[in-house]
């Protein structure tokens, strides 16, 4: 099945800005890195959100390898926020970055948040990449400390997207989904489910927004021309959510 394409990113008459979201685990880039470069290329995003990066050793490397790829470059993130990166077209222009390192639970992972504002066209946007923990009273209180980072961006429009290791109807990503939009559920195009590649029946992985924002439409891109299933199940072990969004002009 092809799915229905999305639209394309352009700049509106009024400043407003069409652009191309994609969240991505990619699992320490220890799958099939091709098949992962030509997801992330059919996709032709102008922001990407990435769970996972590479951490350890050359990670540096490995995220720009895959920016190369991908005609994208490095925005911030890796192994600096505990494995959510951003990657960005050369549509955007960089205001600021930050990496954000979250308390440490002993015996679980160190999770971060890789943060920036961007402007594209006549927009300002705040972007943070997530993972919350696999623990779920870590995980809510991770979910609040994003929501806290988001308000101190001091940004009024703004997209977040991650793996919450969390269901939609789970209490991390219930809080997450009463703040912001969580544009699958507002307006759907393509699949649902993001985990496992092989037999997706959970969501666990979304892109949210702040409510001036637009959802045009957001979903697994499965069946968009250029991404195969054999790519979409080599590249890693989540799929995609790719979204595209309606980002108002910055106000004077």
């Known amino acids: 099945m092809v799915l229905t394409p999305l639209p394309d990113s352009r700049t509106e008459p009024d400043g407003s800005a069409v652009i191309r979201v994609l969240g991505y685990n990619i699992r320490s880039m220890r799958d099939d890195c091709a098949a992962l470069a030509r997801v992330i290329s059919a996709c032709a995003p102008d922001l990407v959100l990435i769970q996972e990066a ?6 540096r490397k490995r995220a720009a390898w895959l920016a190369a790829r991908t005609d994208l470059v490095v925005l911030g993130g890796g192994a600096t926020a505990a494995g959510p990166l951003l990657l960005c077209s050369l549509r955007a222009t960089v205001e600021r970055t930050e990496d954000v390192l979250l308390p440490l639970t002993p015996g679980l992972h160190r999770r971060g948040f890789a943060t920036s504002v961007v402007r594209i066209a006549g927009t300002r946007i705040g972007l943070l990449s997530f993972h919350l923990s696999l623990q779920s009273d870590e995980r809510l209180a ?3 400390m ?5 308000d101190a961006m001091g940004v009024e429009h703004a997209i977040v997207a991650g793996d919450l290791n ?5 209490a991390a990503f219930r809080r997450l989904a009463g703040r912001l939009q969580d544009c699958w559920a507002v307006r759907p195009c393509g699949d649902e489910h993001t985990f496992t590649p092989d037999e997706p029946r959970r969501r666990i992985d979304a892109v949210f927004a702040t409510s001036g ?4 439409g957001c979903g697994v ?10 790519d979409l199940r080599a590249a890693t072990d989540h799929l995609p959510v790719l979204a595209a969004l309606r980002v ?4 004077p």
């Open 54 to 59: 590479p951490r350890f050793f050359r990670w």
């Open 142 to 144: 991770q979910a609040e």
């Open 146 to 150: 994003l929501l806290d980072r988001l």
């Open 166 to 170: 969390d269901v939609p109807t789970g």
């Open 213 to 216: 924002i637009e959802v045009l």
């Open 221 to 230: 891109p499965a069946g968009l021309p250029g991404v195969t299933d054999a």
């Open 248 to 251: 108002p002009a910055t106000r």
